[in-house]
């Protein structure tokens, strides 16, 4: 299995910047789509966005405009670029890959999250 770790988290005034940074490591896996998921203090997890292994994005309304999603595969590296952050941007942000093994198996992986908090 992979394991994904998020970095890049903290404490922002709105209207800041913030970049988080997915580190997929520990197998020889093909990294197939990622995504950047969120979970507000007192919702449910949401979905941020999505970035092929082609890089093509897919971003919720709600973030359009301000993030945006990339990766380095030479890296095996995911990152949300987190621009003109608001207080409802507050969330335990998730990575979530889906992976297919050198035996060919698919499966996926949950990193355990970065804490985000948008407050003056």
């Known amino acids: 299995q992979v394991q994904l770790v998020e970095s890049g988290g903290g404490l922002v005034q709105p209207g800041g910047s913030l970049r988080l940074s997915c580190v997929a490591s520990?197998?020889?896996?093909?990294?197939?789509?990622m995504g950047w998921y969120r979970q507000p203090p007192g919702k449910q997890r949401e979905l941020v966005g999505t970035?092929?292994?082609?890089?093509?994005?897919n971003l919720a309304d709600s973030v359009k405009g301000r993030f945006t999603i990339s990766r380095d595969n030479a890296k095996n590296t995911a990152y949300l670029q987190m621009n003109s952050l608001k207080p409802e941007d507050t969330a335990a942000y998730y990575c979530h890959a889906n992976f297919t093994s050198r035996l060919g198996y698919i499966y996926n992986s949950w990193g355990q999250g970065t804490q985000v908090t948008v407050s003056s």
């Open positions: 520990g197998s020889r896996s093909t990294i197939n789509d």
């Open positions: 970035i092929s292994k082609d890089g093509i994005t």
